[in-house]
């Protein structure tokens, strides 16, 4: 079996949810942590290893991240989420409350035609993010 890529991962949302995300990174490389707040994505980026920070989505999909991890209220999901999708990225939505129905499926119906991963955390965070990092290695390596 050939050995899987490391991913580059991008952090939108620095605060808590984005912090417990980065700390789960395995076989994944922080390349980029984004928030309103420049100083809540420093602090964020300053843990990884060569991790840039900003406070802007485009810049920080300018790094081609194969995968974003949203860790932002749910108000900001529809604009994020459909510009990750375009700059080519997987996404994981870890979110502060649930979203809109209607926001999500927008989101789901981007990701299908993009043939790009969704998954949100619904339950205990560990094992849903290794089963999406795992599942976006495996589409990257194809």
Excluded: W, Y
Aim: net charge neutral; glycine share 2%; proline share 6%.
């Amino acid at each position: 079996m050939p050995e899987l890529p490391t991913l580059r991962v991008a952090i939108v949302g620095c605060g808590t949810h984005g912090a417990q995300c980065a700390a789960l990174l395995e076989n994944a490389r922080l390349v980029v942590t984004c928030d309103r707040d420049p100083r809540r994505a420093a602090a964020l980026a300053a843990q990884a290893h060569a991790c840039f920070a900003t406070n802007d989505l485009a810049e920080a999909l300018s790094f081609l991240p194969d995968a974003v991890i949203i860790a932002t209220p749910p108000k900001h999901l529809h604009l994020i989420a459909l510009e990750s999708i375009q700059a080519g990225s997987h996404l994981f939505l870890h979110l502060s409350q649930d979203p809109k129905p209607a926001d999500l499926d927008a989101v789901l119906v981007l990701a299908q035609r993009a043939r790009r991963t969704v998954m949100m955390k619904t339950m205990e965070l560990a094992p849903v993010m290794a089963a999406f990092l795992m599942r976006v290695r495996e589409f990257v390596a194809r």
